[in-house]
């Protein structure tokens, strides 16, 4: 008997304070678990991206956040490749010394891992990116011109004919900000990572097309109690190898109507009601991509030890869940779920049938 591939989404919301998921790629262990107990495990950077660490499966793929709201409403299929031709957008406002040290990463990724990355382009003026932090305690941040970005990622997609779109921005140094200490040693919310969201989601909505941001900083001083889950992002001057692998092999797009991205047939891509489970942290539901699942047979899994900013639980939104402690007992469900057992056939006492109608009584 053929049986659909057991797929399984993977979310963690970034700029939330996830205690895991929250730093430099400290849910891509949970990300390769996951991945042993499905046929196909979707998630998307901030799950994956650990500056110079990456993990590169073959079951799992890399999709932008806009791009798995997309998928998730059922808009948008994904379909597998063998390799992408990777583009690269280099903001203006990047000093020079810092774009070469991006531009050296690049073809080590090139010479020692054979990224197929073709070519890269300067933004034709700086983009002027600005952080903020919303009342909520979550990261957002602002791209001063939008459009220089957008101008960039359309040479290299209609003259270079490249497939996915690697950004880096030059972000804002604040050494002293008592936010970025406090990542630094583990605790609050990643600083950058909500307008790094808002970068890739602007490339992605516009073209159609796999991206993901990396941020230009300055090297910050050395910190002898460093927090492990930050520690990824100490290793060197740039962020960028992630995502570069991320991209070489993310999924393409394929549209149901519209603007035509790709010329792949419909009828070849993952779809939306083909997925079996979405995990994602408790308080974390209010997200586009849950609400479109919940609307589905989709088992919707929910982690309470993974704390973030937010209280947007399954039970505020109406939304039947399977609450876990953790990821390890989500593992437990997915086995569980996957093999068609009731998950309350492994507790210790098993309820009585209930009856549904009122002649019951």
Not at 96 to 121: C, F, K, P, S
Request: charged letters at 15%.
């Amino acid at each position: 008997m053929i049986h659909s591939p057991y797929t399984v989404v993977l979310i963690v919301p970034t700029g939330i304070g996830a205690t895991i998921g929250g730093y430099a790629g400290d849910a891509l262990p949970i990300a390769r678990a996951v991945s042993q107990v499905c046929d196909l495990l979707i998630t998307h950077p901030n799950v994956l991206n650990g500056a110079q660490l990456y993990w590169n499966h073959p079951n799992i793929f890399y999709v932008e956040g806009y791009g798995l709201d997309r998928f998730a409403q059922g808009d948008w299929g994904l379909q597998a490749v063998h390799q992408n031709r990777v583009g690269l957008i280099l903001d203006k406002g990047i000093e020079q010394e810092l774009q070469i040290r991006h531009l050296q990463a690049v073809d080590a990724t090139r010479a020692t891992l054979g990224l197929d990355i073709t070519d890269y382009i300067l933004t034709d003026t700086s983009l002027n990116v600005e952080l903020h932090t919303a009342t909520s305690g979550t990261s957002w941040g602002t791209i001063g011109n939008p459009d220089s970005l957008l101008r960039a990622a359309e040479k290299l997609i209609t003259q270079a004919k490249v497939q996915a779109i690697a950004i880096v921005a030059r972000f804002p140094d604040d050494i002293d900000s008592l936010a970025l200490d406090n990542y630094r040693h583990g605790q609050g919310v990643d600083p950058v990572a909500g307008a790094e969201a808002v970068i890739s989601h602007l490339i992605v909505r516009q073209f159609g097309i796999p991206a993901a941001h990396a941020p230009a900083l300055s090297p910050l001083p050395l910190e002898p109690n460093l927090s492990p889950r930050a520690a990824a992002e100490e290793l060197g001057y740039t962020f960028l190898p992630c995502v570069l692998v991320g991209l070489s092999r993310a999924p393409r797009f394929v549209h149901k109507g519209g603007i035509d991205f790709t010329s792949i047939p419909v009828e070849y891509g993952i779809w939306a009601n083909q997925v079996d489970a979405v995990i994602i942290p408790d308080t974390a539901c209010g997200g586009s991509a849950v609400l479109s699942f919940s609307q589905h047979n989709t088992c919707i899994i929910t982690v309470t030890e993974n704390q973030t900013q937010l209280q947007v639980t399954p039970e505020s939104l109406g939304i039947q869940a399977i609450k876990v402690n953790s990821y390890l007992e989500a593992l437990g469900v997915l086995v569980a779920h996957r093999a068609g057992i009731s998950i309350s056939a492994l507790h210790s006492t098993v309820p009585s049938l209930n009856c549904f109608s009122k002649i019951c009584d």
